[in-house]
């Protein structure tokens, strides 16, 4: 079965340093949502492609957060420099263009120290 | 401003009863509306949805009820089994009927299912 790919599941770094996320959607799926859930609370989007293009990112803090998708398919989400509040699980969702409904991975869990 | 409340942190059923679960939300534009269920350490899995133009939708032991009026819904889980156990997060969108643009979450319910 086809799933969402995430890398890496769980990072651990000091706070300053610079750490990037990795997604590989579902084979197809067009639509690509990077999500952030602090302990104890829902996802929040941070982002959103269509392809390669950004559909949304108003609620990426683009001061130290960047998000990519240049060529349309595998991700990436960076953080530079990371920040003790930036501790949570990093979740990639890719969207089935016939149903609408999404996939999640299994997340990037980022601790910082 | 966190439009979709899920007020009850945790929930604990015996198994084979009637597990319900709630959702409230402010955003009067939402019209589509899923529940999401996650085990930990994976990513949350697509468990039911509903339209607003419906009030009610089935499928197997699982029953989502809207009450647009009162910008509440809910799940219900019957009979309720040990591997139900896990977090159950009502999620809502505006603007299509597949409810596929952007997600708002609510915090969470986490379901413990008793033997």
């Known amino acids: 079965e086809a799933e969402v790919a995430q890398s890496p599941r769980y990072k651990i770094t000091e706070k300053s340093q610079a750490v990037a996320f990795w997604c590989d959607p579902i084979?197809?799926?067009?639509?690509l949502y990077w999500y952030r859930q602090i302990l104890g609370q829902g996802p929040e989007l941070l982002v959103q492609?269509?392809?390669?293009?950004?559909?949304?990112d108003s609620q990426l803090p683009k001061d130290r957060f960047s998000a990519e998708r240049l060529k349309g398919v595998d991700s990436t989400l960076k953080i530079q420099p990371a920040e003790l509040g930036d501790s949570a699980m990093y979740l990639c969702?890719?969207?089935?263009?016939?149903?609408?409904?999404?996939?999640f991975g299994e997340g990037s869990r980022l601790t910082v120290l | 401003d966190q439009q979709v409340k899920q007020n009850s942190p945790s929930l604990s059923v015996q198994e084979g009863r009637i597990s319900i679960l709630n959702c409230d939300y402010t955003?009067?534009?939402?019209?589509?509306f899923l529940w999401y269920k996650k085990y930990p350490a994976e990513g949350p899995t697509f468990l039911i949805s509903?339209?607003?133009?419906?009030d009610k939708n089935e499928d197997g032991r699982f029953t989502v009820f809207l009450n647009k009026s009162a910008k509440h819904l809910s799940l219900h889980i019957v009979p309720s089994q040990p591997g139900d156990s896990a977090v159950y997060f009502c999620?809502?969108?505006?603007?299509?009927?597949?409810?596929?643009?952007?997600?708002?979450f609510g915090t969470g319910t986490r379901l413990t299912i008793i033997p």
């Open positions: 955003n009067s534009m939402f019209d589509y």
């Open positions: 509903i339209s607003s133009i419906k």
């Open positions: 492609f269509q392809d390669e293009s950004v559909v949304d």
């Open positions: 999620a809502a969108s505006d603007g299509t009927n597949f409810g596929n643009e952007k997600l708002t």
């Open positions: 969702a890719s969207r089935q263009t016939n149903t609408g409904e999404l996939f």
């Open positions: 084979s197809g799926h067009a639509t």
